[in-house]
């Protein structure tokens, strides 16, 4: 997602959102630093597929399987990668190329997690131009020289 943002100061700042497919290194918790990678999540991923395919293989044709299984079926199967795209990580930039006077380039930088967070972190950052001329600093942009 791409906003265009008219600072105070008169200056026009673009500020984007694009999500991280792989995680940055150092940029998790010491927890997450000693996982197995996807691997396993792909082997439990084809495990529950291969039990539910067995599961309907074996099932008796005079069986009429009600609709409400089937959906609670496809639930638990989507339920892990839906939450893991739905909380990948956003990287949030906020640039300008400065005006002819005083002001210089600038680039902020930042990462949130969550495609709704990113999503109102960008509202709140444009907000925060429009108002002050510049990202607020409490917020997740840093400046980057």
Request: hydrophobic fraction near 50%; aromatic fraction near 8%; charge should be negative.
């Amino acid at each position: 997602m791409t906003r265009l943002v008219r600072g105070a100061d008169g200056r026009m700042w673009t500020v984007r959102t694009h999500i991280e497919w792989s995680n940055p290194a150092g940029v998790d918790e010491f927890e997450h630093d000693v996982n197995a990678g996807r691997t396993s999540g792909i082997v439990m991923g084809v495990l529950v597929l291969g039990l539910v395919a067995v599961l309907v293989a074996w099932t008796p044709s005079d069986v009429v399987v009600p609709f409400w299984l089937l959906l609670a079926l496809a639930m638990l199967v989507l339920f892990f990668p839906a939450r893991w795209a739905l909380r990948r990580q956003w990287t949030v930039v906020a640039e300008t190329p400065g005006d002819l006077e005083e002001h210089g380039p600038e680039r902020w930088v930042g990462a949130v997690r969550g495609m709704m967070a990113a999503h109102q972190e960008t509202t709140k950052i444009a907000r925060d131009i429009e108002v002050y001329s510049t990202p607020a600093v409490d917020g997740p942009l840093q400046p980057i020289d």
